[in-house]
């Protein structure tokens, strides 16, 4: 196996036991796509910069002639690279892969500095290409990305599990509803309340039929989600803003016992 496939399953596995110690349980499959993707490209570009610090630490600069020349195989919308083979004045090869460019830059008879790799390992790489600034920077700025998807999924578990303490019997705006309205209604009323909301109101501009949760004090949040897909409707989690929202489809929703 790879050092780069090492790299990369341990950035996952720490991605992945980070996302739950935080509590982001919640299903979120774009989110969770997102990090493995940016986690990816953080230790695909950290490995480049650290074999640019590596030539840079052992290799050995030389000037060199470029021999030959040649670009990668067609393969579909792929870049196709240059390469370069390359000698030393006495006319041996350079030790290592080929050197490769994005770009043609260099013509067959000319000479090149570069650094190359006495172990025979790395591509040599001229000077510029060897500088793993960009590749540090690029690297960090994927890993940030990263963190700050894992972020964003956990504030989403612990709001999730705000909406879920207020859905609960006894929070305070539903105690002070049933308090100043004087409505002792038992749980089985509210439920059918509930029925005849989700039957007769009529949906916002974005086909959701939405009710106040106080007017429902003894209904946790779940048992309305549940009312609702037994009406043939799905109780949305999201933005909310102190409603229930209700719709044939929503973009995630409630669990329902």
Do not use: C
């Amino acid at each position: 196996m790879s050092d780069l496939s090492v790299d990369w399953i341990v950035h996952a596995v720490l991605t992945i036991l980070l996302i739950r110690k935080l509590g982001a349980k919640e299903s979120s499959t774009y989110a969770a796509l997102f990090i493995v993707a940016v986690s990816l490209m953080s230790v695909y570009v950290a490995a480049m910069a650290r074999d640019d610090l590596t030539l840079r630490q052992r290799g050995e600069k030389t000037t060199a002639t470029v021999v030959k020349q040649w670009r990668d195989p067609a393969e579909g919308r792929r870049n196709r690279d240059y390469n370069y083979a390359l000698e030393h004045q006495d006319g041996t090869k350079v030790p290592g892969p080929v050197m490769k460019t994005s770009s043609d830059l260099h013509d067959i008879g000319q000479k090149v500095t570069v650094f190359e790799d006495p172990q025979g390992e790395l591509r040599p790489r001229t000077p510029g290409q060897a500088d793993a600034t960009g590749e540090a920077l690029g690297s960090g700025a994927f890993a940030l990305a990263a963190l700050g998807a894992v972020g964003w999924m956990t504030w989403r578990g612990s709001d999730a599990a705000r909406r879920r303490t207020k859905g609960k019997p006894g929070s305070g705006m539903r105690t002070m509803y049933r308090a100043v309205s004087g409505d002792h209604a038992t749980q089985e009323e509210q439920e059918e309340k509930l029925r005849e909301a989700l039957r007769t109101y009529s949906a916002d501009r974005r086909g959701y039929i939405k009710v106040q949760p106080e007017e429902y004090p003894d209904l946790p949040q779940q048992r309305a989600a549940r009312i609702a897909w037994e009406m043939g409707l799905r109780a949305e989690a999201m933005n909310n803003r102190g409603s229930w929202r209700f719709k044939e489809t929503v973009i995630e929703e409630v669990p329902h016992d």
